[in-house]
T-cell receptor, first 109, second 117 residues
Framework: GQNIDQPTEMTATEGAIVQINCTYQTSGFNGLFWYQQHAGEAPTFLSYNVLDGLEEKGRFSSFLSRSKGYSYLLLKELQMKDSASYLCAVLDSNYQLIWGAGTKLIIKP | GAVVSQHPSRVICKSGTSVKIECRSLDFQATTMFWYRQFPKQSLMLMATSNEGSKATYEQGVEKDKFLINHASLTLSTLTVTSAHPEDSSFYIC?????????????FGPGTRLTVT
């Protein structure tokens, strides 16, 4: 079966750095997405990786290793507004998005 | 980025009535749209995949006669919750897939919070 694992919850301090990991086992791979979802709102796109390596976009970076079935989202200079759930999703061979359960990130002052 | 609208944003209805939710891609054409449901503090649950001009594909456990999906054009999909019950109260989110860039990114609507009394 298809499976995506990410931690349920993480806590970090304002101004610090946090890394959210995601491991996946899917039937085929056409890319990995990270989405941010604030409580009561729809998810918003953060990043897309299809090749191995690190993609940097401002305070957020996303890394992919296809051979290891592994990705992480790195958030730097954490702000209180970064408190949200972070969803990892993989596009499988049928171009269907397979979703992880999400990681709730709590930022403390 | 691409914009997807969803209407209404909130709806309260009585048990036994039907509710229609609209999802529109405003600046791109979407052959494929998706309908999700999300209960409080839980992850997104895919309900069905809506294909323009053909029948929707429902996920296991989702009643197709209760959740009617119509995707009549490349910019509009509708979800109708028929004979709604309190257990149907949830946050319903649609997304539209933009396939033009080869990335198959999904753009999400703002969601519809349905409360059935």
């Amino acid at each position: 079966g298809q499976n995506i694992d990410q931690p349920t919850e993480m806590t970090a301090t304002e101004g610090a750095i946090v890394q959210i990991n995601c491991t996946y086992q899917t039937s085929g791979f056409n890319g990995l997405f990270w989405y941010q979802q604030h409580a009561g709102e729809a998810p918003t796109f953060l990043s897309y990786n299809v090749l191995d390596g690190l993609e940097e976009k401002g305070r957020f970076s996303s890394f992919l290793s296809r051979s290891k079935g592994y990705s992480y989202l790195l958030l730097k200079e954490l702000q209180m507004k970064d408190s949200a759930s972070y969803l990892c999703a993989v596009l499988d061979s049928n171009y269907q998005l397979i979703w992880g359960a999400g990681t709730k990130l709590i930022i403390k002052p | 980025g691409a914009v997807v609208s969803q209407h209404p944003s909130r709806v309260i209805c009585k048990s036994g009535t039907s509710v229609k939710i609209e999802c529109r891609s405003l600046d791109f054409q979407a052959t494929t749209m998706f309908w999700y449901r999300q209960f409080p503090k839980q992850s997104l649950m895919l309900m069905a995949t809506s294909n323009e001009g053909s029948k929707a594909t429902y996920e296991q456990g989702v009643e197709k006669d209760k959740f009617l999906i119509n995707h009549a054009s490349l910019t509009l999909s509708t979800l109708t919750v028929t004979s709604a019950h309190p257990e149907d109260s949830s946050f319903y989110i649609c997304s539209a897939r933009d396939e033009s860039g080869g990335i198959y990114e999904q753009y999400f609507g703002p969601g519809t919070r349905l409360t059935v009394t």
